[in-house]
């Protein structure tokens, strides 16, 4: 199986590559930095990195061909460490970045997304996975509003 990664630098996504190398899994892992992606997440012969950027997802699109599975873990979250207006950023990266990585997947023929995010969650009744209607921070923010946006263009698609 082979399987792509985004936001495979931070803690979500470097967890993520590492538990799928040691399943067997081939992983391109999408890095903005080659070096950062190296320093975290070593090398290994099953790892291909892709330098890209989720503000150009047709820049890294191709690297889609022949994955079986897309799990996408990356976000802008910078609010957390300065004050200011982050939306235009958060809109950019977390909203239009991942409508277009999953039209960029329709294209590839990938039949699995798997969408990570700390502040939605899943919960299974009745044998189904379904959105839990309850985020877990308190804290209104405008990286939760871009995710909860992000979250809802993609309902029906993962």
């Known amino acids: ?22 399943q067997g899994y081939e ?23 892709v330098q890209g950027d989720m503000r150009a997802v047709a820049n890294f699109a191709s690297h889609l061909q022949d994955c079986d599975i897309l799990f996408h873990a990356a976000a802008y979250f910078r609010e957390y ?7 235009p950023q958060l809109e950019q990266i977390n909203i239009q970045g991942t409508l277009s990585l999953l039209e960029a997947a329709d294209q590839a023929g990938i039949q699995k997304v798997i969408y990570l995010c700390q502040y939605i969650g899943l919960s299974r009744s009745d044998g189904r996975w379904k959105p839990q209607r309850r985020v877990f921070s308190p804290r209104r923010t405008q990286y939760r509003q871009s995710v909860l946006q992000k979250q809802s263009h993609g309902r029906g698609r993962c």
């Open 81 to 87: 460490y300065g004050l200011g207006d982050h939306w």
């Open 27 to 49: 992983v391109q892992a999408l890095v903005r930095s080659i070096e950062k992606g190296q320093r975290v997440l070593g090398n290994h012969s099953y790892l291909q990195f």
């Open 1 to 22: 199986m082979k399987a792509f990664v985004t936001g495979s630098t931070g803690l979500l996504g470097s967890n993520l590559v590492a538990c799928l190398l040691r």
